[in-house]
């Protein structure tokens, strides 16, 4: 055989393979189907349920705990001092972010600064260490948060109850404890799988552009009210919009630039959508989750064409190796944006704390009032004062992972310590997302990495 028919067969060969990948994927999607609306379901009621049960007007807003806006703040204006700017704060944009290609030492380098700056779990007293991973190949590196003189505080998720007045209830919550906790990232596989998903979302892109080409329809992969431009080519600067506390303790309000059309090619967003709209905004250009409450006209994305277009299994297969973790609910949206924009500008996320041995608190900007602390009662001490304000999936989950007095590492997917601290086995398994070490620590840390690759762009201050 000469080298031209060589190359054919390969070539034959590669297709065949391609083919059966696809069609591996495809039944990596239907079989996991089952499981989606499983984690539908609960998202749902667990997330957009609890929401709206208790977000005040913009107005209760404004000067609720100034304590830890102040502490925001007060980072924010060091950060963007030590980069130079001296202006106006109500002219300020986001700082540009660009990607750094295969640069371990640069990447290194850029994590250590932003861990320092933010503050949440490293600090210049306790710093973070941030270095080759041991034994690891010359892409993997490794974040290791401090060993701490003594306790730790508490990593948990608050919400307040209603009115106000009555006070706090953790819904999840366990102990850091004091000696030093590591992560391992993979660089690699990260631009590996944020490469994959830019295939797939540029395939569907074209694939929607053949089909209106030849007779007019869509595609299978296109979601249902999916604005056609946000098909029609990759997108240039996109905002994506959380419902974490930053978004109302930054350096300035970012309502008015999130809004603008010109800065912005598209918004995305999560389960929230029109609430304290002078401190988030209201455009929706893509939206997931709650959809039936987003403004008109937003394209809303459904978890079931996140499996169909192959996006949810190509997550599934690589995320693991790159360390990110599975990441609570605006993970996946997160991931959309970044495969569907040039640059991705990320508001509202991010955890509270003072700085290392302190309490550290998941909370959403709606919350009133914020809070500094994680001293509240579990979810299951309170229940018959909070009925109406949580849905029974998140009651059921809060029963197995608020654990104060537990440190993280002991919870997993399947066994938690128990009142007398034995670890004993779960009635059922928790989702990935809900474990501890995914939930506080890998979810935090995702945004300081993606930030230092420059895979987006993380505006907290």
């Known amino acids: 055989m000469d080298e031209a028919s060589g190359n054919t067969s390969e070539r034959r060969s590669g297709r065949r393979d391609a083919r059966q990948d696809d069609a591996t994927l495809r039944a990596q999607a239907r079989v996991a189907w089952h499981n989606v609306v499983r984690r539908l379901a609960h998202t749902m009621k667990s997330t957009a349920h609890v929401r709206q049960a208790h977000s005040p007007s913009a107005v209760a807003l404004r000067d609720a705990n100034p304590t830890v806006c102040a502490t925001e703040r007060q980072r924010a204006l060091q950060y963007i001092s030590d980069r130079g700017y001296s202006g106006d704060s109500t002219q300020f944009v986001p700082f540009e972010n660009r990607r750094i290609d295969r640069n371990r030492d640069a990447i290194m380098h850029r994590l250590r600064s932003l861990l320092r700056s933010r503050g949440t779990l490293c600090s210049t007293?306790?710093?973070?260490?941030v270095a080759p991973a041991p034994g690891g190949r010359n892409h993997t590196l490794q974040v290791c948060l401090p060993r701490l003189p003594e306790g730790g505080g508490t990593f948990c998720q608050a919400s307040p109850m209603q009115p106000p007045s009555k006070?706090?209830?953790?819904?999840?919550?366990?102990?850091?404890?004091?000696?030093?906790?590591?992560?391992?990232?993979?660089?690699?596989?990260?631009?590996r799988y944020y490469g994959e998903l830019r295939r797939i979302v540029t395939g569907i892109r074209n694939e929607q552009r053949v089909r209106r080409e030849q007779d007019g329809r869509g595609t299978s992969h296109e979601p249902k009210y999916l604005a056609p431009k946000l098909l029609a080519s990759r997108l240039g600067r996109c905002a994506l919009v959380m419902s974490g506390h930053t978004l109302r303790c930054g350096r300035r309000k970012w309502a008015r630039l999130?809004?603008?059309?010109?800065?912005?090619?598209?918004?995305?967003?999560?389960?929230?959508?029109?609430?304290?709209?002078?401190?988030?905004?209201?455009?929706?250009?893509?939206?997931?989750?709650?959809?039936?409450a987003a403004p008109r006209g937003a394209s809303c994305v459904e978890d079931q064409w996140l499996e169909s277009s192959t996006i949810m299994p190509t997550r599934r297969q690589l995320l693991p190796s790159t360390g990110l973790g599975a990441t609570i609910s605006g993970g996946s949206l997160s991931d959309l944006a970044i495969a569907s924009c040039k640059r991705v500008d990320v508001f509202g996320a991010g955890m509270f704390s003072r700085g290392p041995g302190n309490d550290v608190v998941y909370q959403h900007y709606y919350d009133n009032p914020?809070?500094?602390?994680?001293?509240?009662?579990?979810?299951?001490?309170?229940?018959?004062?909070?009925?109406?304000?949580?849905?029974?999936e998140?009651?059921?989950?809060?029963?197995?992972?608020c654990l104060p007095k537990s440190e993280c590492s002991a919870i997993n997917r399947t066994h938690a310590p128990?009142?007398?601290?034995?670890?004993?086995?779960?009635?059922?398994?928790l989702f990935a997302s809900?474990?501890?070490?995914?939930?506080?620590?890998?979810?935090?840390?995702?945004?300081?990495?993606?930030?230092?690759?420059?895979?987006?762009?993380?505006?907290?201050?």
């Open 370 to 392: 914020l809070t500094t602390h994680c001293r509240a009662p579990c979810l299951s001490a309170v229940l018959n004062r909070v009925e109406g304000q949580v849905s029974r």
């Open 418 to 429: 128990s009142a007398t601290g034995v670890v004993e086995m779960m009635a059922s398994t």
């Open 258 to 292: 999130i809004e603008n059309r010109s800065h912005y090619a598209a918004v995305f967003r999560a389960n929230n959508y029109g609430w304290a709209v002078d401190v988030a905004g209201s455009r929706t250009d893509v939206a997931y989750h709650n959809c039936e």
């Open 434 to 461: 809900e474990v501890p070490d995914d939930f506080y620590f890998r979810s935090e840390l995702r945004l300081h990495v993606l930030h230092a690759l420059g895979e987006l762009n993380w505006v907290w201050y």
């Open 394 to 401: 998140e009651a059921n989950i809060s029963r197995r992972v």
């Open 167 to 191: 006070g706090w209830f953790l819904i999840k919550a366990c102990a850091r404890g004091a000696r030093r906790r590591c992560f391992t990232f993979d660089t690699r596989a990260i631009m």
């Open 125 to 129: 007293l306790f710093p973070c260490t």
